[in-house]
């Protein structure tokens, strides 16, 4: 089969390579791979920051694929060949609270990702696609989507009586807007230019603030709730955002503090937390049985993923470069021949 291989750390060392069929052996399914998706992480892992444990050579990279099943393994009852899946980040983690050995093995990072034509998965690290997604806009789902699902459905129950805040226009801030409308919350959308706040609009943000304008965004926001402060901030700045999400939040209010596109360490005076009263949660993806429940609610909701550009594997490189750039709205896809 193909696969984007990473010899080495940076992306000139990213080259396809013809490596021999995986075989799935009892209780594993072997999956045609016909899309992938590009996250943050991808970024993080090519430059050897993903964490002391990533792999930093052989690595086939991406953590999001999606594919049809091409082959059943010995003991394998609960699905046929043909069926349409996606895999799932944590392949271990099924139900309930995390554990340091349900986390190990998240593809494209510790183990071999999605970047290839085929892949062997544990019958119970996959999950069927929803009938109105194509395989590409499956394959936008196990990182940014359930990170997104468990920042606005778990770290916070939202609902209409909500207002939530997200950050920028990449996978997982869209995502939260989609689920944060589809619980009917109003929502304060923040981006860095004019055209991205018109999409942001188009999808169905309530208000838009600029942040490059406007360095006092988290104000903005807070007046936008009538001196209130929103519920809830989808933290994805991390080092560079987190004073105005504060700024923004109200008494009392959450922030799950998911990514670091706006740097990873700050000096933060703790007493504008306490004295807050903040939630802030870390937020690590979430688990299947979460994911099987932000999958029907995507079917329920009619919910399509925002998709950017779709390049082919053979442009896997390309398509890190345009993520990389920060043009992209969405997720940025990869198809798989
Ligand atoms: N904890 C977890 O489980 C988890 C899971 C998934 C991702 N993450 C993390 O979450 C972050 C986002 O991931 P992603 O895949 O959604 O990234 P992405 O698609 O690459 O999106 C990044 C976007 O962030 C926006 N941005 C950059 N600087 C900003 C700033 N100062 N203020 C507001 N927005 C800013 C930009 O959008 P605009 O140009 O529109 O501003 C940019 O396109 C990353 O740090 C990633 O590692 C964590």
Redesign the pocket.
Known sequence: MKAMVMGGLGLSNLALQDLPDPRPGPGQVLVRLHAASL???DL?TLDGKYGSMQRRENLILLSDGAGEIAEIGAGVKEWKVGDRVVGCFFPFWQNGEPQDYLLRDAPGGLADGMACQYRVFNSDAILPIPPQLSFVEAATLP??AL?AWSAVRAAHKTGPEHVVLT???????LFALQFAKAAGATVIA????EE?LRRLRSLGADHVIN?RDDAEWGKTARKLTKGRGVDLVVE??GA??IKQSIRATKLGGTIPL?????GPSLDLPLPLITMNLLKVVG???GNRRQFADMLRAIEHHAIKPVVDRVFPLTELPEALAW?QA?K?VGKVCIEID
Do not use: D, E, F
């Open positions: 996250n943050y992480r993080l990182c940014a990170t950050q920028g226009t990449g996978g997982v801030s923040t981006s860095s230019s991205k942040y994805v700045g560079g955002t998911i990514g670091v596109v706006a937020v690590a993806l993520l920060g992209h």
